[in-house]
């Protein structure tokens, strides 16, 4: 079935610090891809998104790349803010008509602290 | 403004006593599913439903109950609720018009559950 990895957690940065947040999947055809940040007491907003490969997905300076060829979508951001404090979810959704269709597989979860 | 309502946020209860829990969203959206996060698993779907009348199992189904009427609501019901059902638990909608699988899920804000 589908899976998704993140990095171990938590990571705690500076401001103004360049971030990464690896990210890779097992899935079966060609999946989407996403990002979700949740902030604290919060629902999960989506981040962005990339719906094939080589598809950029980008939102608030943050940035993932579709690179099927790693089986991966990192997360980068070039210089963090205190606001950017929260847990992000890598996630993926099976195609369309499969069995897997519509449902959001997460990793695992990776806290961000940054401190000014 | 478009949005996912869950409630309660927050309950305590007790081992055996029948709760339901509560998700609306106004966004007329044919999908909706369940959620359960907890540390260092991420979020595991628990059941979801492509439209009125049509529930399916996620990945964590025992001990729960889910039922679609309506479009816009879909409740979780603990039949008889355990220590093991404290969690955290989200709903999530998203359009099927498409019929891709790249539309992204709008998450209500949560409902911590704790069962003594």
């Known amino acids: 079935g589908n899976s998704v990895t993140q990095m171990e957690g938590p990571v705690t940065l500076s401001e103004e610090a360049f971030l990464t947040i690896n990210c890779t999947y097992t899935?079966?055809?060609?999946?989407?891809l996403f990002w979700y940040v949740q902030y604290p007491g919060e629902g999960l907003q989506l981040l962005l998104k990339?719906?094939?490969?080589?598809d950029k997905g980008s939102n608030k300076g943050f940035e993932a790349t579709y690179r099927k060829e790693t089986t991966s979508f990192h997360l980068e951001k070039g210089s963090v803010q205190v606001s950017d404090s929260a847990v992000y979810f890598c996630?993926?959704?099976?195609?369309?008509?499969?069995?897997?269709?519509?449902?959001?597989?997460f990793g695992q979860g990776t806290i961000l602290t940054v401190h000014p | 403004e478009a949005q996912v309502t869950q409630n309660p946020r927050y309950l305590i209860t007790v081992t055996g006593k029948k709760l339901t829990v509560t998700c609306s969203q106004n966004?007329?959206?044919?999908?909706m599913s369940w959620y359960r996060q907890d540390p260092g698993l991420g979020l595991r779907q628990i059941y979801y439903?492509?439209?009125?009348?049509?529930?399916d199992k996620g990945d964590v189904p025992e001990g729960y109950k889910v039922s679609r009427k309506e479009k816009r609501n879909f409740p979780l019901i603990l039949e008889s609720p355990s220590p093991n059902q404290t969690s955290l638990y989200f709903c999530?909608?998203?359009?099927?018009?498409?019929?891709?699988?790249?539309?992204?899920?709008?998450f209500g804000d949560g409902t911590r559950l704790s069962i003594l």
């Open positions: 966004m007329n959206h044919e999908y």
């Open positions: 899935a079966t055809g060609y999946p989407s």
């Open positions: 439903s492509m439209n009125v009348e049509v529930t």
């Open positions: 996630a993926l959704s099976g195609n369309a008509g499969g069995t897997s269709y519509g449902k959001l597989t």
């Open positions: 990339a719906t094939k490969a080589d």
């Open positions: 999530a909608s998203s359009s099927t018009r498409t019929a891709y699988s790249n539309q992204p899920q709008h």
